[in-house]
């Protein structure tokens, strides 16, 4: 599986961005998750989906927001009310991990390039 990861930018705080992960040929079968990585820090999860299930990472619940087309060909990111510390490069990841180890970076075997956010204040 390729993915392709877009959609990031510049954006003011408050504001809001969505991004794409496109798969090919298909993620049918994979979990797709987006993590995220901010300068000096450590890849994050932020939330994952595979058919109707998702798993969202606390710090984003209510912010951001999920979702697949029904081709199985591209996952979205919505991410409302974004805020500063929101600044980092944004990746997809294609895996098969349980719903508890969503979160577990090591779980995923396909990675997307990354796209970068960046809010300001």
């Known amino acids: 599986v390729q993915l392709q990861a877009s959609g990031g930018g510049l954006v003011q705080a408050g504001g809001s961005l969505r991004l794409s992960c496109a798969a090919s040929?298909?993620?049918?079968?994979?979990?797709i998750s987006w993590f995220r990585q901010a300068p000096g820090k450590e890849r994050v999860f932020l939330a994952g989906?595979?058919?109707?299930?998702?798993n969202y990472a606390d710090s984003v619940k209510g912010r951001f927001t999920i979702s697949r087309d029904g081709l199985n060909s591209a996952v979205y990111l919505q991410m409302n009310s974004l805020k500063p510390e929101d600044t980092a490069v944004y990746y997809c990841a294609a895996g098969r991990p349980a719903y508890s180890a969503y979160d577990q970076r090591g779980r995923y075997y396909y990675w997307g390039q990354g796209t970068e956010v960046t809010v300001s204040s």
């Open positions: 989906i595979r058919g109707g299930t998702i």
């Open positions: 040929p298909t993620f049918s079968g994979y979990v």
